[in-house]
Every structure is written in structure tokens, then in C-alpha cells.
């Protein structure tokens, strides 16, 4: 898998700028059929494709593979920053495995009430419960429809599966990612901006110096 420095242009969203090492991975084009139901893959064959035909161009639409992301950086590099101004333009799922976690506790809901159990007895989330709840909502139809941002994933430690594993893990999803992108940043601009974070006590949001503290005053 080759990775390189590349100038990214997303038209349809708005968003342009240098994203580093974006590698693109099996994506499945508008030619491809392999994916669509039996029916609809008849309905196409019948048919020459004419871009001018409204019905016949939302039909591939429909049922065309979405867009999907995996967001991988060191903590800090802003990977989720990145990730819900993506999932906002492209209209994406985002797929958060800590705040997904947050979000079952809240509603009490039975994967939650495991982790809440788990965690009472100062114990970690087991990595494989993590994974089985991403697999869950990749392959929900949400991102079916609306396809992903995956932010945190894959994640460093090996305690449970190998990096190499859960890459092998992503390769083999039905809902396979488009792009991966790779933030880098330097260690020591990392500490610094790690460094000049706060944390808002209730919300539990992050804020880089720069927002709480900038050079000039911001306009309302």
C-alpha cells in the first residue's frame, strides 16, 4: 500500500487543501454492478445508460456505493475535527468508537449497561466488544445509504488484535473505505498544541489555544 503527500479537491463539498497520504483502496465505481440487488442490476442491463435521464441516473444513484473515510493520526492531530467537517459536508455517518460508547451508557442501552459493568470494576472496555460494535454500524443501513467517517480505528494498542489483524479486519468489511487519510504532525508542534488544550468539565469538548485565547479578538 503506497502513501504519498497529495493535493485533495472534494467539489462537490466545498473543501480543498493539502490532506497528507491519502491512499485510495477499492472503491466501487458507477460501472460496477457487483453490488446493486438482482433486480435493479436486470433493470440496468436492459437499458443504455443515458446520464440525461433523471429516473435512470437517481436509480444508479441510489444504489451506487457512498463515500466512506478512515481517519488515522496521532491523538491530538485533529482526526475528529476532521472527521465531523467531513461527515457534515458529505453527509456522512460518523463512526466514533468513544463517543459511541458514551452515547450506549447515556441510553442505557444492553451493550452500554455491559460497559458500565465493565467500567465499575476499573476494568478497560475489551477491544473486541469495541470492534463488534463498529462492525455493527458499518454495516448498518445509515452507512449503507450515507456512507462513513471512521475516526480512531485502527487504534494503537495490540493488547487484543494486531495492527496488521484489523487492517485485515477493514479489507474484508462489505462497506469497504474509499480514502484513508493519514494526518501527520511533528512531536514537537504536537506537544504544544497538546499542551495549550483545555477541557470544557460538562461537555467534555476540547479547545485548542487558539480558540480560547487567540492573538486578535473574534468578531460575533
Known amino acids: 500500500m503506497k502513501a504519498e503527500n ?6 462537490e463539498s466545498g473543501i480543498t487543501g493539502n490532506i497528507p497520504q491519502i491512499i485510495s483502496m477499492e ?7 457487483s453490488h446493486y440487488s438482482s433486480e ?3 433493470l440496468l442491463r436492459k437499458v443504455d445508460y443515458d446520464p440525461y435521464n433523471e429516473d435512470e441516473t437517481e436509480l444508479r444513484y441510489l444504489h ?3 463515500t466512506c473515510f478512515i481517519i488515522v493520526g496521532k491523538p491530538g492531530s485533529g482526526r475528529t475535527t476532521l472527521a465531523r467537517r467531513l461527515a457534515l459536508e458529505w453527509k456522512c455517518e460518523i ?9 450506549a451508557i447515556e441510553m442505557n442501552l ?3 449497561q455491559k460497559c458500565t459493568e465493565i467500567l465499575m470494576k476499573g476494568e478497560a472496555i475489551p477491544e473486541d466488544m469495541v470492534i463488534k460494535m463498529l462492525e455493527d454500524k458499518i454495516n448498518s443501513p445509515e ?4 456512507g462513513y467517517v471512521l475516526d480512531d480505528f485502527p487504534c494503537l494498542s495490540e493488547a487484543t488484535i494486531s ?3 484489523q487492517l485485515e479486519l477493514i479489507k474484508n468489511w462489505k462497506l469497504k473505505p474509499d480514502f484513508i487519510i493519514n494526518l501527520k504532525i511533528p512531536d514537537k508542534d504536537l506537544e504544544r498544541r497538546r499542551t495549550g488544550q483545555k477541557i470544557d468539565p460538562i461537555s467534555g469538548e476540547l479547545y485548542t489555544e487558539d480558540i480560547y485565547k487567540p492573538e486578535k479578538p473574534v468578531k460575533e
Open 64 to 66: 451506487s456505493k457512498p
Open 6 to 11: 497529495t493535493q485533495m479537491s472534494f467539489p
Open 27 to 33: 472503491a466501487v465505481s458507477l460501472s460496477d454492478t
Open 163 to 165: 495492527i496488521k489483524d
Open 40 to 42: 435493479v442490476e436486470a
Open 110 to 112: 444492553e451493550f452500554g
Open 143 to 146: 452507512a449503507a445509504h450515507h
Open 95 to 103: 463512526i466514533n468508537p468513544t463517543e459511541m460508547l458514551q452515547q
